[in-house]
Structures are given as structure tokens and as C-alpha cells.
T-cell receptor, first 113, second 110 residues
Framework: DADVTQTPRNRITKTGKRIMLECSQT?????MYWYRQDPGLGLQLIYYSFDVKDINKGEISDGYSVSRQAQAKFSLSLESAIPNQTALYFCATSPGQGSYEQYFGPGTRLTVT | DAKTTQPPSMDCAEGRAANLPCNHS???????VYWYRQIHSQGPQYIIH???NNETNEMASLIITEDRKSSTLILPHATLRDTAVYYCIVPDTGRRALTFGSGTRLQVQP
């Protein structure tokens, strides 16, 4: 079984709808991240969490919110989806302690029409 | 993060070594160099990292110049499955996450 799982893997939604992307990990890591990737571009950091009580905004947090329900679960919400949020979304985990080794999930392809 | 510069694309023949360069001339003394790769639309994959000594693991070798201003990732026997975008990253120790640039697109040719 994969160490980092994301659901759904693909989603098509309409403008204005609320949508939640979920991430679960079995690696036992405290640190979790949400990234976004637009076609042909690198990854941009949306939010990150160093433990259940520590949530931080990344470079492009506007229009997004997150919830760290447990050490193993980190959810990303789009409160009112808009077409330019169409992208690939990746969740990642990291052991921390000064390491920047990150382990990524398979991604969620989100299309907002 | 310290700025890194990579060529946008490279080709390599299958079975040959792939040498991917990265310049990081503004790197500080305690900053590591990390390499990741992303195979078409999959989640990025951690490859290797190093500080100043050369490093090797089952995936690749990392050669860092003595002045630490550049490094080379070496895939010793490239296969078609190594076709991917390779990212060289120098994380800012003051930040708590990675910054992914545009990387090098490596195409392994049969």
C-alpha cells in the first residue's frame, strides 16, 4: 500500500462549488504539505503543517483552507472553486528534524468548469 | 531558497550515464543540495541530497564541487524510465518548505 494517499484522484467541479481534497499518510511523519502544479510549471506551496496544532500559509494560500485532523490526515478545501484553480494538487510528508526529504502522494487532478 | 540554475532540457542515450548539472553560486555554508524528480504528472520523488561530500545511493550519485557552487547528479545507467523533470533545490534553512523551480527535463532516448 502507498505511504501517502490522496482522494479523489480526479475531480471535475463547477465554479462556486466547495470541494475537499484529502490526504492520508502511514509514514508516521509529523510534517505535511499541500502543493499545486499548473501545467508545465513547477510546484507551488499552498499550506503546510508541522503538527496537528501548527498550520502555516504557503506562497499561494488565497482561496484555500486546510484542516489537520490527525497526525496522519491533512485536508485541503477550496471554499468556492474558480476555473484558475484547475491544476494538479499534491500532498507530501516529511520527517522534519532538519531534513527536507519529502514524500509525495500520487496527486489529484482538479478541473473547475 | 538559494537560487539554482539548471538547463531546461537534456537528452541521454539509454544505458549511458546521465549527468545533470546545477549551479547554486549563492549557497551558504550550512545549506544542503537536494535533488528530486517528477515523472510525467506523478508526485515528485526524492533522489538524494548532500552538503559537501559526494553522495551515492541506489538511485544516483551526487557530486558537489569543492567550492559548493555547483553540483552534478549522475544516473549511471539511464533507462527509459528515468525520463523525467529533475529538480535541484537548495532549501533556505530559514524556511520550512521546498521551492520547486522549473528543473531540467531529461529525455532518455532508446
Amino acid at each position: 500500500d502507498a505511504d501517502v494517499t490522496q482522494t479523489p484522484r480526479n475531480r471535475i467541479t463547477k465554479t462556486g462549488k466547495r470541494i475537499m481534497l484529502e490526504c492520508s499518510q502511514t509514514k508516521g511523519h509529523d510534517r505535511m504539505y499541500w502543493y499545486r502544479q499548473d501545467p508545465g510549471l513547477g510546484l507551488q506551496l499552498i499550506y503546510y503543517s508541522f503538527d496537528v496544532k501548527d498550520i502555516n500559509k504557503g506562497e499561494i494560500s488565497d482561496g484555500y483552507s486546510v484542516s489537520r485532523q490527525a497526525q496522519a490526515k491533512f485536508s485541503l478545501s477550496l471554499e468556492s472553486a474558480i476555473p484558475n484553480q484547475t491544476a494538479l494538487y499534491f500532498c507530501a510528508t516529511s520527517p522534519g528534524q532538519g531534513s527536507y526529504e519529502q514524500y509525495f502522494g500520487p496527486g489529484t487532478r482538479l478541473t473547475v468548469t | 531558497d538559494a537560487k539554482t540554475t539548471q538547463p531546461p532540457s537534456m537528452d541521454c542515450a539509454e544505458g549511458r550515464a546521465a549527468n545533470l548539472p546545477c549551479n547554486h553560486s549563492t549557497i551558504s555554508g550550512n545549506e544542503y543540495v537536494y535533488w528530486y524528480r517528477q515523472i510525467h504528472s506523478q508526485g515528485p520523488q526524492y533522489i538524494i541530497h548532500g552538503l559537501k561530500n559526494n553522495e551515492t545511493n541506489e538511485m544516483a550519485s551526487l557530486i558537489i564541487t569543492e567550492d559548493r557552487k555547483s553540483s552534478t547528479l549522475i544516473l549511471p545507467h539511464a533507462t527509459l524510465r528515468d525520463t523525467a523533470v529533475y529538480y535541484c533545490i537548495v532549501p533556505d534553512t530559514g524556511r520550512r518548505a521546498l521551492t520547486f523551480g522549473s528543473g531540467t527535463r531529461l529525455q532518455v532516448q532508446p
